[in-house]
């Protein structure tokens, strides 16, 4: 069966950092490009960030350049989002998202249930 | 890196069609065949429903079609159902980053 499955969210002081892991199963998981997108409460869809095949392209949102950093492990199957200098506004369900090539250039074909981060003191 | 624009909401009855646009610019919508469009179920992940601006994957009921004329795509449900009703966002390439509609709330009345 095709998942991805989110973890790392919580509670979290404004200015702390977090880091949230997705794991992917049931396709080949270095064969695409990977996603980040997050929903504030009662709000839309927010592109986050977005990642390579390969890593080679790292994308950022305006919104959280500079404060967050997206890598991938290929060998583990695994997605990952370092989230520094949180704000309130950064409080959101986050959702890894497959994307259906290996650029990362959207076409998100899956989507795990998302983790949810609460910045608040 | 501003929001695809969509109607705030748009509704119809069942069997009726509507029609969800979505507006963008020259440097996302205009310039890449990269739209694609989802559906969202209140507590729910969203669904993947067009990809490439007109294209369904596999799986997509055939009364979901998309289309695009230079910077506005378009997102046709046809013979509503009482399950359609959701929220709707399109999706755009637009170079080193990627962009979200505000969404569309669909009622089916």
């Known amino acids: 069966e095709v998942q991805l499955v989110e973890s790392g969210g919580g509670l979290v002081q404004p200015g702390r950092s977090l880091r949230l892991s997705c794991a992917a199963s049931?396709?080949?998981?270095?064969?695409?490009?990977m996603h980040w997108v997050r929903q504030a409460p009662g709000k839309g869809l927010e592109w986050v960030s977005g990642?390579?095949?390969?890593?080679?392209?790292?994308d950022y949102a305006d919104s959280v350049k500079g404060r967050f950093t997206m890598s991938r492990d290929n060998a583990k199957n695994s997605l990952y989002l370092q989230m520094n200098s949180l704000r309130a506004e950064d409080t959101a369900l986050y959702f890894c998202?497959?994307?259906?090539?290996?650029?990362?250039?959207?076409?998100?074909?899956?989507w795990g249930q998302g983790t949810m981060v609460t910045v608040s003191s | 890196q501003s929001a695809l624009t969509q109607p705030a909401s748009v509704s119809g009855s069942p069997g009726q069609s509507i029609t969800i646009s979505c507006t963008g610019t020259?440097?996302?919508?205009?310039?890449?065949?990269?739209v694609s469009w989802y559906q969202q179920h209140p507590g729910k992940a969203p669904k993947f429903l067009i990809y490439?601006?007109?294209e369904r994957p596999s799986g997509v009921s055939n009364r979901f079609s998309g289309s695009k004329s230079g910077n506005t795509a378009s997102l046709t449900i046809s013979g509503l159902q009482a399950e359609d009703e959701a929220d709707y966002y399109c999706?755009?390439?637009?170079?080193?980053?990627?962009?979200f509609g505000g969404g569309t709330k669909l009622t089916v009345l």
């Open positions: 020259s440097s996302d919508v205009g310039s890449y065949n990269l």
């Open positions: 998202a497959k994307d259906m090539s290996p650029g990362a250039v959207g076409g998100f074909d899956m």
């Open positions: 999706c755009s390439y637009a170079g080193n980053h990627v962009i």
């Open positions: 990642i390579s095949w390969n890593s080679d392209t790292i």
């Open positions: 490439e601006g007109s």
């Open positions: 049931g396709f080949t998981f270095d064969d695409y490009a």
